[in-house]
């Protein structure tokens, strides 16, 4: 009987993945040289993606997108180039919270649902309303 069950838990370990390790993704750094705490993304081998351009940062990695705090306050949805894929919808003083895997954003005055993991474009886009 533990036989079949060890093989079973083995063979889920071997085919799980995570997403985020993925050879396109990119992890958060600090940079404080400029005397403000800055934060960057740099790849799996360590070269920067993305320079230290960002007061704050409310994605530790990300393979599409992160959000991030930017130096005129604002808070953004980037691609690994920096662009703007979006505007996270702001609750409680930051980006909205996901819920049930979607998170808010706000384009042209309304809200849209959008998955963390996915860019606007890819599928993420599920449904705009207008503001209340």
């Known amino acids: 009987m533990k036989t079949p069950i060890l093989i079973l838990l083995l063979l889920c370990l071997c085919t799980t993945t995570n997403a985020q390790n993925g050879k396109n993704c990119y992890r958060v750094y600090a940079d404080s040289s400029s005397g403000t705490e800055l934060f960057g993304y740099r790849n799996t081998k360590g070269k920067t993606v993305l320079k230290p351009a960002y007061l704050a940062t409310y994605t530790e990695s990300f393979c599409q997108m992160a959000i991030v705090f930017t130096q005129k306050h604002q808070w953004l949805g980037i691609n ?11 609750f409680d003083n930051g980006p909205d919270y996901v819920q049930e895997g979607l998170f808010r954003f706000v384009e042209n005055q309304k809200n849209g649902f959008c998955q963390p993991k996915r860019t606007k474009n890819n599928t993420g ?8």
């Open 80 to 90: 690994a180039q920096g662009k703007v894929i979006l505007v996270p919808f702001i």
């Open 125 to 132: 886009t599920i449904q705009l309303r207008n503001a209340v």
